[in-house]
């Protein structure tokens, strides 16, 4: 069982930044894609990037390429995504990922991952 916590969410304002963090409890953390999603009220839970086992491939949604990078450090099992130039948009509750050992392919959805956060909140305001 993989243990995900989130942290670094909170209220900002528009054309701000966030920095979120994600712990896992694994040891096997650095065979594992990564991703991070957001559900806002009413919505469905959607993509934001994701990143590769080693860290050197990395994947957005197109809302937020350019604005969003996720890093890993698997020496810590830790997972960030460094949020810049925010949006009201892109208030929602934030969700790390981790996929099953060695899966490679649709990362952009939310069956491809195993495990999940509690997720951590953002909110942007206007």
């Known amino acids: 069982q993989v243990q995900l916590v989130e942290s670094g969410g909170g209220l900002v304002q528009a054309g701000g930044s966030l920095r979120l963090s994600c712990a896992a409890s694994?040891?096997?953390?650095?065979?594992?894609?990564m991703g991070w999603f957001r559900q806002a009220p009413g919505k469905e839970r959607e993509f934001v990037a994701a990143?590769?086992?080693?860290?050197?491939?990395?994947y957005y949604a197109d809302s937020v390429k350019g604005r969003f990078t996720i890093s890993r450090d698997n020496a810590k099992n830790t997972v960030d995504l460094q949020m810049n130039s925010l949006k009201p948009e892109d208030t929602a509750v934030y969700y790390c990922?981790?996929?099953?050992?060695?899966?490679?392919?649709?990362?952009?959805?939310?069956?491809?991952?195993?495990?999940w956060g509690q997720g951590t909140q953002v909110t942007v305001s206007s």
């Open positions: 990922a981790a996929a099953p050992r060695y899966y490679s392919g649709n990362y952009y959805s939310k069956t491809f991952y195993e495990y």
């Open positions: 694994d040891r096997t953390f650095s065979n594992r894609f």
């Open positions: 990143i590769s086992w080693s860290g050197g491939r990395t």
